[in-house]
């Protein structure tokens, strides 16, 4: 089931809230579906699925509750295979995704595009001429108040998303562009995975705007460690709803950059491309869709800190040998320090921790031309390992 949601529509309707009296407010979540008697398979699934003690619990939950009515619109057959013990894991993953955590009434519900279920998906919200949706299920009686939660009940099952990200977007039909660089790139099978995993996926026509022949340069043989690298660019471990990342401003990818999050007028943007659809969830995780391919950014070259050592030795070493010991120490602790603070040094961590240690000895010490040995040792050694 793909579910999209557009971060920049969320038009609020009125809707009538029919409340429940307050009878089960001494009852639980799951005494008072049992005593309402209209949820006789929604209890018998929740015992299949060793999930009553969970629900009896303190909580809070909020709980979108089919009926019997609902669970018998499902195809022949199916409430009856989801109770085998071997269906399990299946029938835990369905109930969790009617349940969230804390108490939401319906006069929050209408307010919210989505909720996060305990299944770790997201259910869709829509409300319409007075008639509020969860999925494709619409709600037909709220706020049955419970001692560690609150009921809506819901007029069908409604089912989290079973495939993968990367069958996700194969059905979706717009990217295959993407498809065939994850297969190149040797990523189907990380895709693929347990996860979560978050992905700003580029779509056929996004990868069409980057410069004639740059795809099929991609997906050369090759060219398999760059177009990784891009990949990965456009993945986030975690289920990162469009909200979330919103409110975080930036999130750090696979790749080991991170990307800017933002809205840039009435639109959302992942660094310079446009999100043109959110929160398409997938069994291991969340699709966003982008309209331009995400580039990282060029790994600084390491030129820069060599020719930095070189104008510091340059300098330090005539004023060491003239006798301002001090001085030189200075320029060689200066310029260690302005490495260090590059983003992209190209120095491995022990190098980087050698420098660090060699300015920590420098600056504990009095002696001049102790602290310009120390310094010059060190940028030796780091000159020796940046190419």
């Known amino acids: ?34 005593g309402a008697g209209s949820f006789k398979t929604l209890a018998a699934a929740l015992q299949a699925a060793d999930l009553v003690e969970a629900l009896k619990s303190e909580g809070p ?18 409430v009856e295979t989801l109770l085998k ?9 369905i109930l969790t995704y009617h349940v969230t955590k804390g108490i939401v009434p ?3 519900v209408v307010k919210l595009n989505g909720a996060k279920t305990l299944n770790g998906q997201q259910v869709d919200i829509a409300v319409a001429d007075g008639n509020v949706k969860v999925d494709d299920a619409n709600v037909v009686k709220t706020d049955i ?9 819901i007029d069908q099952v409604i089912l989290p998303a079973t495939d993968d990200i990367p069958t996700t977007a194969v059905k979706a039909g717009n990217f295959s562009t993407l498809v065939a660089a994850a297969k190149a790139a040797g990523l189907v099978e990380a895709l693929s995975s347990a996860g979560p995993l978050t992905v700003f996926a580029p779509t056929d026509e996004a990868f069409a705007k980057l410069p004639a022949g740059t795809v099929e340069s991609l997906l050369k043989p090759e060219n398999k460690a760059k177009l990784a690298a891009i990949l990965k660019y456009h993945v986030v471990k975690g289920r990162v ?8 401003g930036k999130a750090n990818t696979l790749q080991g950059d991170s990307v800017s999050i933002a809205m840039h007028g009435q639109a959302a943007m992942v660094n310079n491309a446009k999100l043109v659809a959110t929160d398409i969830d997938a069994s291991n995780g969340v699709i966003h869709v982008i309209d331009s391919v995400l580039l990282p950014p060029a790994k600084q070259s390491a030129v820069q800190p060599r020719k930095m050592i070189e104008r510091a030795i340059g300098q330090g070493a005539p004023l060491y040998n003239s006798g301002h010991a ?19 040094h190209g120095m491995c961590a022990s190098t980087a921790h050698r420098l660090e240690t ?19 040792r060190a940028l030796d050694h780091a000159y020796s390992q940046v190419r």
């Open 106 to 108: 319906a006069a929050k």
């Open 326 to 344: 001090s001085e030189c120490a200075q320029i060689y602790m200066k310029t260690a320090k302005k490495i260090l603070a590059m983003e992209n």
């Open 241 to 248: 709803y469009s909200s979330d990342a919103l409110a975080a």
């Open 61 to 78: 939950f909020t709980v979108f509750a089919p009926t019997d009515e609902a669970f018998s619109k499902l195809p022949e057959g199916t």
């Open 1 to 34: 089931m793909l579910k999209r949601t557009t971060m920049l529509a969320s038009a609020l309707f009125a809707v009538t809230v029919i409340c429940s009296p307050a009878v089960g407010q001494e009852k639980d979540i799951v005494d008072t579906a049992v």
């Open 85 to 93: 013990p071997e269906n399990k894991d299946q029938l835990v993953g």
């Open 358 to 376: 060699a300015i920590s000895m420098a600056e504990r010490t009095n002696c001049s031309q102790t602290q310009a040995w120390t310094m010059r």
């Open 145 to 153: 108040r419970c001692s560690n939660g609150i009921i809506h009940v």
